[in-house]
């Protein structure tokens, strides 16, 4: 399915995309599942558990592209 609109699936990872500050690529260390959001230490951008793990994601498939 995902040929026939010229696109290519990708597995990525998702090791660590949770960790990871998806702007300066910090890694923050484990956390626990209930934490929704954190501040990066580094460059102190607040992030959404969720959403920095998804950029993550994005930016790990992006050299497949
Ligand atoms: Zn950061």
């Not at 626990?32 to 950029?55: K, S």
């Amino acid at each position: 399915k995902c040929e026939r609109y010229g696109k290519k699936l990708i597995a990525v990872n998702p090791r660590n995309t949770s960790r990871i500050c998806s702007k300066c690529g910090f890694n923050s260390g484990a956390k626990p599942l209930e934490i929704r959001e954190w501040t990066c230490p580094i460059c102190q951008v607040h992030h959404d558990r969720d959403i920095n793990a998804a950029v993550n994601i994005l930016h790990k498939a992006m050299p497949a592209l």
